[in-house]
């Protein structure tokens, strides 16, 4: 069946509409195979865009809702929750250069609570809101060092306890992704037997500055403007809206 914008439709119809099990080729280059309701693809359904990028899961009334796995033309994927064409729900993303993110989503933003792995090995555990780094968390660096402490609008914000690869906390505050003051906190007394003194403090993100009250205490430089910890790789691409897609009532031409 020909419609007159130029789809294609092989497959079941009911009442004069596209229903049951079909296959659609778009004007534009994009195909669905799958089930269809009155016109609209609902239920079980394959689409594959002009880009190379495919959606294989569920649908309702003619957008991605429930659970569906996508595979973007970059090569990153999500397979999760949707919801009105969105990720929405629990889902797992993976970028292209290998960052992942697990955990709740909103409207296709990430939203609650996520863990986000770097490829250099950062991990950042805790609450997002509107697809940034928002509230408590536990950031841990390359260097072995662990933050643990609020942020705001993906920048560390307020009160946290870093504590270093070797053990030394310092108790530290931040503003708007900068540090601005920080108390190295006294050292647990050594176990029975156990030699004191070691070496000096992995510094947070791989930076380390001395106190002449500690020895050496483990901070982030934190120094000029604004800055995220999550090295530029902290987006998630968007599923396209398919507007392409949308099967128009599915009515059979007479």
Not at 6 to 26: A, F, L, P, S, T
Not at 52 to 67: E, I, L, S, T, V
Not at 145 to 165: C, E, K, N, Q
Not at 242 to 252: E, V, W
């Amino acid at each position: 069946m020909v419609f007159d914008d130029g789809r294609v439709y092989d497959g079941e119809w009911k009442g004069g509409r596209v229903h049951g099990y079909g296959v659609m080729e778009y004007s534009r280059g994009s195909k669905y195979s799958g089930d269809w309701r009155r016109g609209k693809k609902w239920g079980k359904g394959i689409m594959v865009y002009p880009d190379g990028a495919c959606y294989d899961g569920y649908w309702q009334d003619g957008r991605r809702h429930g659970f569906g796995r996508y595979v973007y033309a970059t090569g990153a994927t999500y397979e999760g929750q949707w919801e009105d064409n969105h990720m929405h729900g629990h889902g797992a993303y993976t970028s292209a250069s290998g960052s992942s993110y697990t955990g709740q989503y909103r409207r296709g933003k990430r939203h609650g609570a996520g863990v986000m792995r770097f490829p250099d090995g950062r991990v950042y555990d805790g609450e997002w809101g509107g697809g940034l780094r928002h509230g408590r968390g536990t950031y841990t660096l390359t260097d072995g060092s662990v933050f643990v402490g609020t942020f705001v609008a993906d920048a560390r914000h307020g009160r946290g306890m870093l504590t270093a690869a070797d053990g030394r906390r310092v108790l530290q505050e931040w503003r708007d992704g900068r540090l601005v003051r920080q108390q190295p906190l006294a050292a647990a007394p050594p176990d029975s037997g156990s030699s004191g003194g070691g070496g000096g403090g992995g510094g947070g993100d791989g930076s380390s500055a001395s106190s002449p009250d500690s020895g050496s205490a483990a901070r982030h430089s934190g120094g000029g403007a604004r800055r995220s910890d999550d090295g530029g790789d902290s987006s998630v691409e968007v599923a396209p809206a398919a507007a392409d897609a949308a099967a128009g009532g599915g009515r059979r031409r007479r």
